[in-house]
Each structure stands twice: as structure tokens, then as C-alpha cells.
């Protein structure tokens, strides 16, 4: 593997830069480096489960999860740990290498926490890596859930500081930032991405992803999602992003975090083959394989399979 410059100094003017270039010249600069770093034809498997669905108390105005929306999302307690732990191991015969366990919460409670304990050292022990996401997490927390052997949190800055009290306003940019630090201090990798498609500027995607790439250390996984509008949420209706726009999104994280995974995440139902690939060739090397996402529908595995088949692209091993 070539070495590469990691670096957490960027400059908002130097990532819109990389925003403005040509598409060719980015996508080749892009492509070179992931080349460096990745077998640019495996492609890493994620599969979620929501374990906790609907009635959150928070109002990010695209989620249809919020209770103060009426999406017809139907709620949903927390789980049984066997019902769980059923569903990785289906998820791990389609070929997911990592189980991700999310929560509609704004942060978890003790009580909780020690159920979703068990469900992680239960996935762990069918040999696959485990992600959470339940909203915020105290430093205590954090460090608990290392000790049960969690491998990755996922917790999405979602998009610039300066966009993000346009789109939610129950919590504040920073308190996204203090739960990473949690997470990165307990020695837990990071999943952070964010979302496009939600009205905001080429600066936004810049901003985000320089908040991202500027953290002490680079997000193990980086997953970047097309807004999947769901109707009753406030950004349901909003002009789509241009598909060359979210790849160029998908070429500058690559190239700002060249040794992240870079997960084409939430959006590919509403994606032709060929934007996907051309994500694929910007440096995305992972996806969410699996009917659903949390509650809305994702590709079909045998049309994801097809794709890859077309694509002359694998499942990453997992590296224990
Ligand atoms: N409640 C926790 C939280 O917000 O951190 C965890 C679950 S929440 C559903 C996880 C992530 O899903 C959000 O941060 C957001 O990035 C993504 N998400 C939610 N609704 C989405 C949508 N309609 N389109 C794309 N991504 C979405
Ligand atoms: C992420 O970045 N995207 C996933 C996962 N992390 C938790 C969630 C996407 C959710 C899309 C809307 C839904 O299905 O409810
Ligand atoms: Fe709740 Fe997470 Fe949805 Fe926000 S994104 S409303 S915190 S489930």
C-alpha cells in the first residue's frame, strides 16, 4: 500500500476547490488514490437493523423516525436480543461482513444500554463486526460499550455547522461533535457521514465533510447518503440532488479521507446502475446491503448481486 498524506488541516476554500473541478480530472484524482489504498473492485457489506423504531423525540426534519411527523412509520420497542441475533445471522448467509444496530433515540438509557450490550456480544460471537447507533452517548456509556467489544458507532454530523440548525433544531452541531470525541476517546471506531439532497449549498457538502476529515482522527467509515424523502417529513418534495453532484460529494470524501471507507449509504433504490457505479470508481468501496434500511426499502439483494456481477466487484473479506 503507497503512503499517503493524512491530513486533518484542510482549508473550506481548498475542499470547494476539489468540489469545482473538473468532473474528469476529480474523478481521476479520486480514483488514483483509492487505487493506492483499496482493491478498487471489493466493496464492504453492511446490513442494519432498526432495533428500536419510531417515536423519537427529536425533529431532524428528514427523518421519518420523528415523532412529530406523520410518515406512518409504525413505532416499535426495543427489541428481544434472540430476535436480534436472528437477523445478523441471516444478514451474515447473505454475505454482510457487518451487522449495524440502530435506535430511534436521542440517546439511550442505562437500562437499555445493558439489553443492547447483549445484542453485541451475541452478533460478535457469529464472527461479524458490530455497529451501533442510538443517538448521543456519554463518556461513561462509551466506555462500556467498548468494553462489551463494540467495533464501530456510528454517529452522522449530517451536514455543515452552518446548515445544521436549519434541518434540526432539538440539539446543536457541537453535541454530535462532544458524543464523537466520547466514542473516539473510549478507543471505539467512528462511522460519521451526513446526508445531501437536503437543499443545502456545494459549501455545506464541503463544510461537512471538512468537519469530518478535520477530527483528530479520520472517521473509520464515512457513509454518505441521498436523502431518501419520505412524505409527512418537512424535506419531502425538495428538489433531488443532481446525480453528478453526489458523486463529486462521494470523490472529495475519497480524496479528503483516503483511507476511510467511504459508504454509498441511503439512496441507491432511487439510483440507476451507473450513478452507483460511478460512485464506485470515485472511491465509495461499501454499501448497506439488504431489503431495508431502517424503515424505508433498499435494493433487492439479487439486484445488488447483479450489479456487483456487472461491476466485476466482491464482498471485502472480513479482516479479523
Ligand atoms: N437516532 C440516532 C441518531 O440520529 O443519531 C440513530 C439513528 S438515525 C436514523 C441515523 C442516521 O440516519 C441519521 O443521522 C441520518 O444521517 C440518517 N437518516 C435518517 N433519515 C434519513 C433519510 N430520510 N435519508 C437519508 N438518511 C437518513
Ligand atoms: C447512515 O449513515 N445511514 C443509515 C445508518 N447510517 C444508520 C440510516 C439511513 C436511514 C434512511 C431512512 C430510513 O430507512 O429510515
Ligand atoms: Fe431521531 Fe435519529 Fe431520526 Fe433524528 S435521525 S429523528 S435522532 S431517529
Redesign the pocket.
Known sequence: MKSVAIRHDWTIDEVEKLFDMSFNDLLFKAHCIHRQQFNPNEVQISTLLSIKTGA?P?D?S????SVRYDTGVEKEPLMAVDAVIEQASRAKEQGATRFCM?????SPKDKDLDQVIQMVEGVKALGMETCL????LKKEQSEKLKEAGLDYY???I?SSEEFYDKIITTRKFDQRMDTLKNVQDAGINVCS???VGMGESVRDRAGMLLALANLEQHPGSV?I??????KG?P?HGIEKIDDLAFVRTIAVARIMMPKSMVRL???RNEMSDSTQAMCFFAGANSIFYGEK??T?SNPEENKDMALFSKLGLSAMPHRH
Open positions: 423519537c427529536e431532524c428528514y427523518c421519518p423516525q440502530g435506535a430511534a433515540w436521542r447507533t442510538l443517538g448521543m456510528n454517529h452522522n449530517d457521514g451526513g446526508i457513509p447518503n441521498a436523502l431518501v424523502q419520505v417529513t424535506l449509504s441511503a439512496g434500511l431502517l424505508t
